[in-house]
């Protein structure tokens, strides 16, 4: 690896509590217009629904935010007792075990790829991933940790256990996973194979035939968990299947009783990440009289603001 000389490490950003910016966002409900107004109402809904001590609050996300400086505000989020369920994507096992181990560092959209390569180093959006900071890392913890699951007698898992595995083994208070653990906070990963983490789940069944991820299991703790709710609700940041499966699980139990989308994605073309609040009412997965808001925004560039503002405004005591 050839390090390209004056790059900074990305380095975590935290949401707190802030009377001045909660006053500018009840001005921006108030008076602002087009996304301002928006952005108001998204974190005005959020707030509500971590009041509800009644409502299982489900967050879900796709990876890429992990990789930046915001998967600090993603911590927040679960530390702070603001979310209850986790669904996302298998890549936010890689980025929180590569961030908690080594760095990223900050990059440019209009880098030169064939350079980056040469160098050592991955670029996903603007954000420089060392190549000796992903596959060859995970692998090693992975291994790691699969090998001693094994040691102990476990041939099954599901991605709840093994997200609380590895949360456990990183032990470090900068994991997302080590803070869903210790809050009690599951962690679903629908799509764990679509990963470097997956990847190494299947080479360590290459050589130990009888281990076997327990997806199954996965699902029946999902419905488990929205058959039991009063109430449900959701922080839906992108879209993908992290989001799909907090939607579809709560089709069974009636719909989600309060709805935040924060998407770039269009509806036009049909997608599920673009589909809107409204059609997910047509499928019963929100239901018709739900708390609902939406925000066309970027992910990284907004959550701050939505965490910081549910912070300071919240009756509900922290956990």
Known sequence: MRA????????????????????????????????????????ETFTAMCDRESCTKFLSFPAAIMATGARGILVDLVREGMVDVVVTTCGTLDHDISRTLADYYEGDFAMDDVRLKRSGYHRLGNVLVPLQSYGPLIEKRMQSILSRLYEGGVRSVTSEELCAEIGRDLGSKSSLLYWAQKKGVPVFVPG????????????FSESHRDFKLDLIGDEKRLSDITAESKETGALVLGGGISKHHVIWWNLFKGGLDWACYVTTASEFDGSLSGAQIREAVSWGKVKEKAKQASLYAEVTMVLPFIASYAMTRRKKSPN
């Open 4 to 43: 390209i000389p004056g790059l900074r490490k990305v380095r975590d950003f935290h949401a707190s509590p802030s009377e001045d910016l909660a006053s500018l966002m009840d001005g921006m409900g108030r008076g602002g217009g087009f996304m301002a107004k928006s952005l108001f109402d998204v974190s």
């Open 192 to 203: 764990l194979t679509d990963g470097a983490v997956g990847s190494q789940l299947w080479l």
